[in-house]
């Protein structure tokens, strides 16, 4: 592409994205503030508006408030998940993501177990966060004393924290009526208003921690040791990266599922690595190609009828394959001068 | 006035397996200092005590003055690792970015400043790849992208360069041009100290030598260095020698 129009349009792309993120932010905090004042007014506009949106598209989706608070989470995990991603690739840390997934699904099981034998009613996204974020830094702990992100300690975590979570659910099973599966394959209709609220909070809290550190990231990201000879906090800066890592994919599980959460972490940002110049670009590009993948995917899954997780990876995949594509073409392009 | 490197009694272990035993050795501001000797001799392990990476089992290492430990000028470093341990392989990282981390230790949180950007450029000009400065790190050859780093370094206007063997797999040319450059900077006043396994290069370049096997073999100018049989003393007669004839 040309290069003098390239940059602007990432540009309108990102404003585009922040746009949307914060219509989406919007929209669930008009729910969470509904019965006061003009936010009940307001949430039932947005409502009209997602009904003229169906007559339009001929669809039966936009007005129903549960679809728009599946919607807006989807669209947040757009920008956070390819935002952390974009560090974990270049740490080649990209199974981590996949590993404090399974963990999370531990603390869903712990959650499901304490829902049905005390009287304790939170909710079981709060026990995934918890014990997302116990495993985060069990993971840190691990590699500082094996001293590298092998896939070793990752692989043990993994499984480890699967096998209990199974065990655990084995064990309550009978005991709840919950559905097992919305977990492990996520679900558009299943985002509740809690998970909805703790995405648009998480996704605040991750953009603003990133837009911080930025500097500190990129530079244990990209050499770690001189990182560390300028005196920055590397170990600091690696737990934080990391717990960030398991809040994020303890919001976007709801969506993608245990199993398919990893891949919002990881191939956007490998799409954006193929064709970018620079970090910074990777960073821009990732989110772009995330949101695609997520407008794209729930597109196709509304359409059909089908559970948006698994076509919200085929959509990045495809984009990951073009991005491969237009990539070669360059540097075949370059190579003929 | 106090040195730019101090270094005391110093012993460190990886376990059982000590890598530097009872060295002392003081590096005066404006040195250049060359520490050679042969493969697992301890030389990376003792610049990664001197630079804070390791904390030794016994002795003490001060910095301008200052225990390593306690030290909080990261700024005032400047480090060069052996480009295979860079992970600037496959990142997507402009020349430009990857100098401009030299700033952040200045800048912490807050937002780079327009003078940040140009002693950035400054640098990039210094070393010499002012075009080169919007390609991908990983799209340099060896030489340009040590130079990069040399940038790196002097963006962050450290006034000590440790250097771990920078110019491994670097094509000879560049490699006269990389050493020419370390001596203009030498002589701007910044502090080098340089891992090289080519001893031809560090008799020419170094004022100074620290012949290291564990132990401290010798440690003085160029001149008492040749003279000395320290090299075959810390190399033994089966230890791989590589001169490099001018």
Redesign the interface.
Known sequence: MNGSLRRPLELVGIGLTALLAVIMIAFVGLEWLRGYGYAEGLYDQFIIFGQWMDVYLGTNVFSYGFMWRSVATAVLIGIVAPLVGTYLV?REMALIGETLAHTAFAGVAVGLLFTTTTDWDGSLLTAALVVGVLGALGVQWLTERTNTYGDVPIAIMLTGSFAVGTLIISYGRGLSGVNIEEYLFGSAAYVTTGGSQLMAVLSLVVVAIVA??Y??L??I??????A?????NVTWYNTLLIVMTAVVVVGAMQILGVILVAAMLVIPVAAA?QI???????LILSILFGQLSVLGGYGIAIHQGLPPGGSIVVAAIIIYLFAIFGSSQSISALSTH | MNPAVAIENVTFAYGDKVAVRDVSLTIEKGDFLGLIGPNGSGKTTLLHLMLGLHSPDEGSIKLFGEPVSEFEHGERIGYVSQQATSRGGTMPVTVREAVTMGRFPHAGHSRLSDFDYEIVDDAIETVGITELADRRVNQLSGGQRQRAFIARALASEADLLALDEPTVGVDAESRDEFYRLLDSLNESGITVVLIEHDIGVVTDRADHIACINQELYHHGDTESFVESDALTEAYGTSGQVVHHHH
Do not use: G
């Open positions: 270049h911080v550190t500097k500190q990129l530079f990201t990209f050499d770690e040791q001189a560390r000879v300028a005196r920055l690595s970018s110049h620079s970090f910074r670009e990777t």
